[in-house]
């Protein structure tokens, strides 16, 4: 008997769907493998490139893309903080929380005013595991808004779920005011130097606050109360970072509208997890363990989506940087010049669309790619008339360097591009 018109199609329960997910990551992870949370830093890496299905599906399995880049035979990709940074930061950290917060609650006074602090609530935010720490993390969020008076979060747990896989971030404060509004405090170890700092570093700031402000304002939802998410988180991050070249706090607000916007959008497009996992071959894992044969079939088996940018963000980078190359990827040459080329993929067909072979000439590209071609040939026609037997030799000894280089370049690529299995 056929199904009624109106009836509806049975579903997986969501608990049952969650584990299910969670099992089939653990698979992919390896039975062994402690699985790397995924912290802000990578959601703002993901957000920047999330075509790549790749890195959102080993960010999401929790996978150890360095160790897994060393199993492929690739170097891993070396980024990151000192450790001598990572300890000057800690030690300011804890200087601008000292006694309470007091001078990190002043510092958050004098640039937003309202009522001046005289003190404030440091709730415990200790629970077992990083959902219990979540869920004391709301409470205590609901408690300070209805008390009305200062309180510091000291690295509070919010949750955000990032393509149908949940992940636990951990900024460095919230402050909730008496007005019932929450700021996000962000405490890097780089200098403001006459009020001002590197503005590399305060783009990377903002862009990792703002994935902390969009996980705030999931929180605001569930807390309710009479503002709108929107308007209880505060788009505006508190950046404290010491005072010229001594250790002395000092502070600036950084407007992250522009990056939430962005951070919301991309997060937006990224397709679930679940999704790219059944799209793998049975029994396909990155457990870096597994022989190199069988570990590169499987991350082949997941699209990527490379460009030059990656380098600074993804232990992978130079696996997928080679494989780009090998195939000939516009890509590898950077996100700006493959958006420009439209249709013409690989560096091939760029160049028989430039020569006239292949390519439509309506198509503005292609049109370009041809006109560029046609400026070069009459350039280099002009310099030959123009310098005679001096410019035929230049041009040799161009041709002669140029080849060198090529060969030289494409040595190099060989030897990178042939990263073999150990």
């Given at each position: 008997m056929s199904e009624s018109q109106g009836s509806a199609r049975p579903t997986t329960p969501p608990r049952e769907r969650t584990t299910a997910i969670r099992q089939r990551l653990a698979e992919l992870r390896g039975p062994t493998a402690v699985p790397r949370p995924l912290d802000a830093r990578a959601l703002a890496a993901l957000a920047a490139n999330p075509g790549?299905?790749?890195?959102?599906?080993?960010?999401?399995?929790?996978?150890?893309?360095?160790?897994?880049?060393?199993?492929?035979?690739?170097?891993s990709a070396a980024f990151g903080q000192s450790q001598f940074a990572i300890a000057r930061g800690n030690t300011f950290e804890a200087r601008v929380k000292s006694d309470g917060g007091t001078e990190l609650l002043r510092l958050l006074h004098e640039h937003t005013g309202g009522q001046a602090?005289?003190?404030?609530?440091?709730?415990?935010?200790?629970?077992?595991?990083?959902?219990?720490?979540?869920?004391?993390?709301?409470?205590?969020?609901?408690?300070?808004?209805?008390?009305?008076?200062?309180?510091?979060?000291?690295h509070p747990m919010l949750a955000l779920e990032v393509a149908g896989s949940p992940a636990y971030l951990e900024p460095d404060a919230v402050v909730v005011a008496p007005d019932g509004r929450w700021t996000v405090v962000e405490i890097k170890s780089f200098p403001m130097i006459d009020a001002a700092a590197d503005p590399s570093k305060?783009?990377?700031?903002?862009?990792?606050?703002?994935?902390?402000?969009?996980?705030?304002e999931r929180v605001a939802g569930l807390v309710g109360g009479a503002l709108a998410p929107a308007d209880r988180v505060a788009h505006s991050v508190l950046l404290v970072c010491p005072k010229d070249f001594?250790?002395?706090?000092?502070?600036?607000?950084?407007?992250?509208?522009?990056?939430?916007?962005?951070?919301?959008?991309?997060?937006?497009?990224?397709?679930?997890?679940?999704?790219?996992?059944?799209?793998?071959?049975p029994g396909a894992t990155f457990d870096p363990e597994r022989p190199c044969e069988?570990?590169?079939?499987?991350?082949?088996?997941?699209?990527?989506?490379?460009?030059?940018?990656?380098?600074?963000?993804?232990?992978?980078?130079?696996h997928?940087?080679?494989?780009?190359?090998?195939?000939?990827?516009?890509?590898?040459?950077?996100?700006?010049?493959?958006?420009?080329?439209?249709?013409l993929t690989s560096v091939g067909a760029v160049l028989d669309a430039a020569r006239g072979h292949t390519g439509d000439a309506s198509d503005p590209a292609v049109a370009a790619l041809r006109r560029a071609a046609a400026l070069r040939?009459?350039?280099?026609?002009?310099?030959?008339?123009?310098?005679?037997?001096?410019?035929?030799?230049g041009a040799g000894a161009t041709g002669a360097v140029g080849a060198t280089a090529g060969a030289g370049a494409t040595a190099g690529v060989g030897a990178r591009g042939g990263a073999v299995c150990r």
């Open positions: 790549c299905r790749r890195r959102a599906l080993l960010d999401g399995a929790g996978v150890d893309k360095g160790a897994l880049a060393e199993a492929l035979g690739s170097p602090p005289e003190g404030a609530a440091v709730p415990d935010l200790a629970a077992a595991g990083p959902e219990g720490r979540a869920a004391r993390t709301a409470l205590a969020l609901r408690e300070a808004t209805a008390s009305g008076g200062w309180t510091l979060l000291d305060v783009g990377a700031a903002a862009r990792q606050a703002a994935v902390y402000v969009l996980a705030l001594s250790n002395l706090p000092t502070a600036s607000l950084v407007d992250v509208r522009k990056q939430l916007s962005v951070t919301r959008r991309q997060l937006a497009r990224l397709t679930r997890i679940e999704e790219i996992a059944d799209g793998l071959p069988e570990l590169t079939g499987a991350v082949e088996a997941v699209p990527a989506s490379y460009a030059p940018e990656c380098l600074a963000a993804c232990e992978l980078a130079f997928c940087r080679d494989r780009a190359r090998a195939v000939d990827a516009v890509t590898a040459l950077g996100r700006g010049l493959r958006a420009e080329l439209g249709g040939a009459e350039a280099l026609a002009g310099a030959e008339v123009r310098g005679g037997v001096g410019a035929t030799a």
